[in-house]
């Protein structure tokens, strides 16, 4: 009885693997942008509590000499309000002289850094959420080519927006909400 | 270490791994079946050669494939890797799936797929392969030989 010689070419095989884009094989160097993107966290959080806190210290501020109970239930009440599920903003545009408030989902640290992102806001929402495939992109914010987009995909809502300079794989997106208009 | 030590150091280190990248990749790829999991491992391998240098430039595909597989294999359920471009994922797993040699490699266990591919691919002698990954020499020769017959016999019914 013969035995069969089964030739398996491994080494011919594997190498016929592609290998991603040249642009990925070493990450962007980081401590830069993550001071930047820690920045931008700082920043983003700051807008949100100070979104948070204005109706909190409203009723306060209308009612110095009230005693005791009437500044500890309306905070109870706002917290509350902010918790529960916000509608999805389709369009959150601000009248001329005020500006969108967000509260915005950043990557934790390290975070997003420049030249690791998608070449567009589209794109950079596919990333984010590839099953997508019902959604909405506007541009609420401007109309430059480096103008944050708003995404609408079912109950959620997202920003994309540039990291760095406009040139390169800068774009990233985040889940976001619309929390109001301020005046800057 | 000056500014310019660093950037140079970093400029040297980066033109030997970018040599050694694609077939590293791949090394590291057939063994954890993953694109965006072998694309951050390998990246990390990059990063930790430039934080603590191999002693010797000699077997370097060795020493990145050997950092980058236990880092495949050890870290990937505690951080979400970078992520590739999905055109790029699924041309890579559309390879994947159509290469007769990874689908037999699907057969094997990891540290299985790591000890072929290391000798086969890479060109690792045994001793090296053993000396890398901590194991006897007489372990990797065993597994080699297991794992091809493994591979045979499925592929003698494909």
Known sequence: MSKQHVSIDIAGDLRTLPVPPEELWVRAPRP???LLAQLVIA???LIAV???ALPLLAPVSEQPSTPGPVTTTP????????????PVVTSPGCPLGQMPSLDITFRPPPGSAPGTGAASAEAAFRRL?????????????G????????????NETFIAQILGTPDGNNWFAFPARFLGCRTP | MSLEKVSQRRASWESLYRQAFPDVYRAVLAVVRDPDIALDAVQDAF??????????DANLNGWLFRVAVRRALRVRLRKPPQQLPRSDVSEIDDALARIETTRLLDLLSPRQRAIVVAHYFLGLRQEEIATLLGVARGTVGATISQALARMREVSSHV
């Open chain 1, 43 to 45: 920043a983003a959080a």
């Open chain 2, 47 to 56: 990063e930790i050669g430039l934080r603590k240098p191999p002693t010797t």
């Open chain 1, 75 to 86: 905070p109870s009440a706002s917290i509350a309000a902010t918790a529960s599920p916000s």
């Open chain 1, 50 to 52: 100070a979104v948070l």
């Open chain 1, 143 to 154: 109309s430059g080519p480096a103008a944050p987009a708003w995404i609408v995909a079912g």
């Open chain 1, 129 to 141: 959420r590839p099953n997508a495939s019902d959604f909405t992109l506007t541009y609420p914010f």
């Open chain 1, 32 to 34: 830069a942008t993550s």
